[in-house]
């Protein structure tokens, strides 16, 4: 849902900017790369020391370097391979940042053994959950199910509820749940998003090798009566 109408949204909010850059000389690719590097300096630097607000303040600012690097791509007429390989390379850079900067915290001064295994379980299942995507379509199968909670999804909760646990600094009284709970959210969102994928590959799959096996045994019948017809 995030996907398809809050990216349509930013997107034509970002498209000024966009072009903007692109008339000073900025490539998507250095949009990129600056981007990821804010994202993580954001996550690594304020989450470990349990500044959300501030934390979340700098890498929403960045975060939006995604839509930005794609909107002048495409601008330019020049989206390609590799930008596209780039741009998922280093979005799983920067979700790993983030939710490494929450296990760090909870692994230190959050003093939270079960939230660090929860933001460490975030960290991992959001990976594994984009390369059974990846892995699949490389096989030559279409994936066709997007999940419960995809990328878009797993960033907007977290970082929301991040931000407004951060006001627990400024003195907003029980605030502070809202990141464990969203957290929570995630993990079990993942897992079921990651056995939709697997369990759609596997359909896929299975009709995939059934239908090159009734084309196999169609190939062979048709060879057949053309040996017969030969023959006679």
Partial sequence: ????????????????????????????????????????????????????????????????????????????????????????????VADGAIFGGFALWYAGGGDDNVLCAVSIFCLTSGQVVSYTKARGESIGLPVAVNGLVERAERLVVSLVAA?????????????????????????????????QRVVTVRRESAEAEAAAAAQDNEDDQHNASHGSEAAT
């Fill in 1 to 92: 849902m995030l996907n398809k109408y809050a990216r349509a949204f930013f997107t034509r909010v970002l498209t000024p900017f966009a072009a903007f850059l692109i008339r000073r000389g900025v490539s998507p690719d250095t949009v990129t790369l600056i981007g990821t590097a804010g994202v993580v300096a954001g996550a690594l630097v304020f989450y470990p020391r349990g500044e959300f607000f501030w934390g979340t303040v700098v890498i929403t600012l960045f975060v939006f370097s995604d839509l930005v690097d794609g909107n002048m791509a495409r601008q330019l007429g020049r989206s390609s391979r590799w930008g596209a390989f780039l741009d998922s390379t280093l979005d799983r």
């Fill in 163 to 195: 931000g407004l646990a951060g006001f627990d600094t400024f003195g907003v009284p029980g605030i502070h749940v809202l990141l464990p709970i969203a957290l929570w959210l995630v993990a079990v969102g993942s897992l079921v998003t990651l056995i």
